[in-house]
């Protein structure tokens, strides 16, 4: 951490300035690895046309934090990751085993999450405001052990879209194509169903349930306004969530507001400039 806070000690802020606001540092490089996070795997969800399947995955999450804590952690994010993989896991063995649609499935378990979540944290007469922090989140209070997992998942993403980004491209096109010239397109979306399960259950306490789905969907939807290629479709969207991602923890910094939501703001404006481009292009 010492070279990064090196290294921001050289911007023109006074939060930069050596020894003082580690608070903002941390966020800063949390936005860092976070943007490109959702810049990657909004795509994948996009073309996927699973929009809401990363809001299910938080209410999963949500019930996760509530197991956890029923169950006296210290730490119940571990509790919520590991709920939120095994309701990824039902999730894609209902859909393939059922005629219905997607976003049906998804309604189903969403619900089903959340009346699960509030049930768990009300059980007993217990108060609902402990978990409020989860609706609109902290990026403030980032600790830097969670940016160097999000940084190891980060790393994981990238080699897994190395590997296999055509496969997971057909499988999310036309997965009967992609049965009959042999990829295994169950174990190709557990994998990146599994992928946003981790990232959105661990991002929630910082970026809020509210607003995590809209990280998931407008990078890359506002990247489809305008590109004209797969490459650019990928870049713009990451950039886009990279810019809007520093744009708004600077906002919430100097006029305290939520990150999240300054980011899905920023990402709004972004998806409506790129409509309009696109519109006349």
Not at 57 to 81: D, K, N, R
Not at 123 to 135: I, P, Y
Not at 241 to 261: C, H, K, R
């Amino acid at each position: 951490m010492e070279i990064w806070y090196q290294l921001v000690s050289l911007l023109p802020f006074e939060w930069a300035e050596p020894d003082s606001m580690f608070f903002m540092k941390h966020a800063l490089l949390a936005v860092l690895v976070i943007s490109p996070l959702f810049g990657i795997l909004s795509t994948m969800v996009v073309h996927s046309r699973m929009s809401f399947f990363s809001d299910a995955l938080g209410h999963s999450a949500f019930t996760g934090m509530a197991i956890g804590a029923i169950c006296g952690y210290q730490e119940p994010t571990w509790a919520a990751v590991i709920f939120a993989v095994i309701f990824a896991l039902l999730f894609n063995v209902v859909r393939r085993r059922s005629a219905l649609a997607s976003d049906t499935v998804i309604g189903v378990f969403s619900s089903t999450a959340v009346a699960l979540g509030i049930f768990l944290s009300t059980m007993g007469g217990r108060s609902f405001t402990k978990f409020n922090n989860l609706l609109i989140g902290d990026i403030l209070s980032v600790e830097p052990s969670k940016i160097g997992l999000l940084a190891i998942i980060l790393l994981a993403v990238l080699m897994l879209w190395a590997y296999s980004f055509n496969d997971l491209m057909l499988s999310a096109v036309h997965p009967a194509l992609a049965d009959s010239r042999g990829i295994k397109v169950f174990w190709q979306e557990t994998c990146f169903s599994i992928a946003i399960a981790v990232v959105v259950t661990i991002s929630m306490t910082w970026v809020g349930l509210l607003v995590i789905n809209s990280l998931l969907v407008l990078p890359a939807a506002a990247s489809r306004n305008v590109a004209r290629s797969m490459f650019q479709y990928h870049l713009l969207s990451l950039v886009g969530a990279v810019v809007a991602g520093i744009a708004g923890l600077m906002t919430s910094y100097y006029i305290g507001a939520s990150a999240g939501a300054a980011i899905t703001l920023y990402l709004a404006v972004w998806f409506l400039l790129t409509f309009c481009v696109g519109k006349r292009g």
